[in-house]
């Protein structure tokens, strides 16, 4: 008796999850996996080039050294308003860096933007401090006077370490750091910012915001006054070839938006489901119950007259 509704329930229940599981997986697919089909890809601003997005069908097998952070994809790196900033050594350059914008604030002031006076051609930053060698490489730009700060500097220091676990070279960013006011310095680890030397590194932001998962981690006191933010950040050392970035190995964050959306989704389908098989039990059960009870009633009339002969013989006699 309970059958065709226990039919009906699992035939709009399926009709009811499979169009939200095709959803969510998609979610969390492109959440992931880049748009290869479009000509051009628009990435916060800055644009991918048709030619760029050739190189992402190559393979790219690298390992990281500590895989639980962040991934490696082959990814060429976003177009910005200016060109890279570079830094020669015996007349070649040796490392590449630029960034679609570059913003700094100390504590409640104002915020600085310092994306022109860094990579803009016509007022090139000076960077005759940094420093080139095999296994290290300092990049020191110096801005002078900006708004209430003396003499401000920013020094990205890099190194290239041989690690056996993937018997290849790494390179690093090891520190971030900010001088200002003769004395004064602020460092930031950025020891997870990191790629093979055969390639460049590239990042949505690099940051000490939270909300962008803190790559650079205050790591002196004056450091915890500010707040650093490279947009669309993009750097090579040691290995640059032809002055240009190599394919670029990308960070990836291991909860984005998207994949927390799909993960809360598939949550709720999963409670959904439970509850449904739940209910299929209960009705089993009843149905059970049921035919359980057929074997103690009368199912005929003769069944029926029968009883109530018994039942007038036992009162006669009493």
């Known amino acids: 008796m309970a059958s065709p509704w226990k039919h009906c329930i699992l035939l709009l229940l399926l009709f009811l999850l499979l169009p939200h599981l095709k959803s969510s997986s998609c979610l ?31 393979p790219f097998r690298q390992q990281s050294p500590d895989v639980s952070r962040r991934n490696l994809l082959q990814m060429p790196g976003a177009a910005v308003p200016f060109p890279p900033l570079k830094v020669l050594s015996d007349g070649e350059p040796c490392v590449l860096f630029q960034a679609r914008k570059l913003s700094l604030r100390y504590e409640k002031q104002k915020q600085l933007d310092l994306t022109e006076r860094a990579f803009s051609p016509q007022t090139p930053v000076d960077t005759s401090q940094s420093v080139c060698r095999q296994d290290k490489a300092t990049l020191v730009m ?16 890099l190194s290239n370490t041989f690690h056996e676990s993937s018997d290849q070279w790494w390179f690093s960013v090891d520190s971030v750091s900010l001088l200002y006011n003769t004395s004064e310095e602020a460092v930031f680890n950025a020891s997870n910012v990191y790629a093979p030397a055969s390639s460049s590194y590239h990042c949505l932001h690099v940051s000490s915001l939270q909300r962008y998962s803190a790559l650079l981690l205050p790591s002196s006191e ?19 070839t032809a002055g240009r970035f190599s394919p670029a190995s990308v960070c990836a964050t291991f909860m984005t938006p998207a994949i927390l959306m799909g993960l809360v989704t ?10 449904a098989l739940h209910m299929v039990v209960h009705l089993k059960h009843i149905e059970h119950d049921e035919e359980h009870k057929a074997d103690y009633f009368p199912q005929s009339p003769e069944h029926l007259e029968h009883c109530c002969q018994d039942y007038d013989a036992e009162k006669n006699m009493l």
């Open 266 to 275: 598939s949550l709720i389908l999963l409670l959904v489901l439970a509850y």
């Open 222 to 240: 004056p450091a915890r006054r500010w707040t650093v933010t490279f947009t669309n950040f993009q750097i090579q050392a040691f290995n640059v």
């Open 28 to 58: 969390v697919a492109d959440s992931v996996t880049p748009d290869h089909d479009e000509e051009v890809v628009e990435a916060d601003g800055g644009m991918w080039t048709e030619e760029s997005l050739m190189s992402l069908k190559q």
């Open 142 to 157: 110096r801005f002078g006077d900006v708004e209430d700060f003396k003499g401000l500097s920013i020094r990205l220091q």
